[in-house]
């Protein structure tokens, strides 16, 4: 195949109605929600399920970053291909059932390698949602009003934390051990489990309620026997991709870092409270999760409404310069929040960097789909979270385990490698991110070309 020769002409007359687009956007948003405390609930569990089957930090940063990122990150790829070609809508429905339904099996886990199966099954369901969905909502929203769309979806990561922390740790403070027929005793972890993985099944109905739109702004492409066609395979999207490697190469690998950086946070923020402070998981979970609750949402549609803003006033890479500040602003905020004085005084700080962290979180996929093609869109989108999942969701908890049991070999030391690994992925972030501002103009000088390229 040549290169891209023209695009179909995608007017905003040609979307559907806001009202239509904005309740797709509530629906997809509450599946991500429901993503994120089945994914997010595990951190408030930490020390119980350490104590039960008897493992070490470094086991623990497995079930919560490797086991969730071995198939999350690879089966991304062909589902964001699938993405591309068949029913956005279907394949979520069947991705947010098969997560809830391996959540719940988590709660059978009778040791550690059968929770670690079952996490990996949890990854598997959840690789369906965010590809499919940021193509769906491309579909919905023309360019100036996109990135306040996905910022209100990306929401669904703080939110879904927000609760995963409020909810959780009060289910935590009053699930008690049960014995099931056929099954037998369970711990109260366990319980947990089992409750949480029971909401997803209201959202996947809900799917059915959603309507799969028009492809709008699909490039076509010119085979060798001179045929013009929309049919892009693979190899076709791998060419684009690596032909502009330096946008697309620095935006995954900056936002990879960005990922160690937040999901080490995710995971461990809670349990250094619990050693540093003294707090127990229902008071950090509370505290935590409220502030998740209240600032996460602002600062993702803050940069959502930041980046579209600076679009429209001329300004072809707002949305890579809204990420590279919200980055920088992160290096500070989150070495910070484990140093403070007292527990109270990180939850102050926290704010900021809640703020920074939900900017750069909308940002970051946004960028994606301002430069996709239409049949690219589901795979680009894919290729990025198998990079930055691959990085963030293995290194980021590992990383601090590591430095806690290897290099400090304290458990109380936590706090320290929390703010090293903070620190360092904070300027490793920034450089990348700072590389992209220029490529990123280019990039999308080029889609807006093709975009209106009848």
């Known amino acids: 195949m040549s290169e891209t020769t023209g695009a179909d002409s995608a007017g905003s007359a040609a979307y559907p109605p806001a009202a239509q687009g904005w309740y797709v956007v509530v629906i997809l948003t509450l599946a991500y929600v429901v993503s994120f405390l089945d994914r997010q609930i595990l951190a408030l569990l930490v020390e119980p399920i350490k104590h039960d089957l008897e493992i070490s930090d470094f086991q623990m940063s497995l079930l919560l970053g490797l086991a969730f990122a071995i198939f999350y990150t690879f089966l991304g790829i062909p589902i964001g ?24 099996a988590s709660g059978l886990a009778r040791n550690y390698t ?6 990996v099954g949890v990854g598997v369901g959840e690789a369906s949602l965010s590809p499919s969905a940021l193509s769906l909502i491309s579909d919905y929203f023309p360019r100036e009003t996109r990135g306040q769309a996905i ?5 669904g990561v703080s939110v879904g934390a927000g609760i995963a922390m409020v909810i959780g740790g009060q289910v935590i403070a009053f699930a008690k051990p049960i014995t099931l027929p056929f099954i037998g005793d369970l711990y109260a972890w366990q319980t947990v489990f089992l409750i949480v993985g029971l909401p ?6 809900l799917m059915a309620t959603v309507k799969e739109p028009k492809r709008i702004g699909k490039i076509r492409m010119e085979t060798q026997s001179g045929e013009m066609t929309e049919e892009i ?27 160690i950086l937040g999901y080490s946070y995710f995971f461990w923020i809670p349990t250094m409270f619990v050693r540093t402070w003294q707090w127990t998981i229902p008071e950090v979970s509370f505290v935590y999760g409220l502030l998740m609750l209240v600032f996460g949402p602002l600062g993702v549609n803050f940069g959502g ?11 072809k890479n707002g949305h890579a310069l809204v990420t590279f500040y919200g980055a920088l602003a ?3 905020t989150y070495t910070l929040v484990p140093l403070m004085p007292s527990g109270e005084w990180a939850m102050v700080m926290m704010v900021p960097a809640i703020v920074s962290g939900a900017v750069i979180t909308a940002t970051g996929a946004t960028s994606i789909m301002m430069i996709a093609p239409n049949q690219m869109r589901g795979q680009a989108s894919a290729l990025y979270y198998f990079v930055i999942n691959l990085l963030g969701l293995t290194i980021g908890p590992s990383a601090v385990a590591y430095i806690t049991d290897f290099v400090f070999n304290d458990e109380a030391a936590l706090r320290y490698s929390i703010s090293i690994v903070s620190f360092v992925a904070g300027i490793v972030a920034t450089l990348f991110l700072f590389y992209l501002l220029p490529q990123y103009g280019k990039s999308i000088k080029e889609a807006e070309a093709w975009m209106t390229d009848g």
């Open 200 to 205: 997803g099944f209201l959202v996947a109905a």
């Open 330 to 332: 992160m290096i500070p």
């Open 81 to 104: 291909r699938m993405a591309d070609r068949y029913s956005r809508r279907a394949i979520i429905a069947i991705g947010i059932s098969l997560w809830c339904l391996m959540t719940a």
């Open 114 to 119: 059968q929770l670690f199966l079952a996490r």
């Open 305 to 315: 409404w930041l980046a579209d803003t600076l679009y429209k006033r001329g300004y």
């Open 233 to 259: 395979p693979f190899s076709t999207v791998a060419k684009f991709l690596l032909e502009r490697w330096r946008t697309y190469g620095s935006l995954f690998i900056g936002m990879s870092v960005v990922t």
């Open 151 to 155: 910022s209100f979806y990306m929401m």
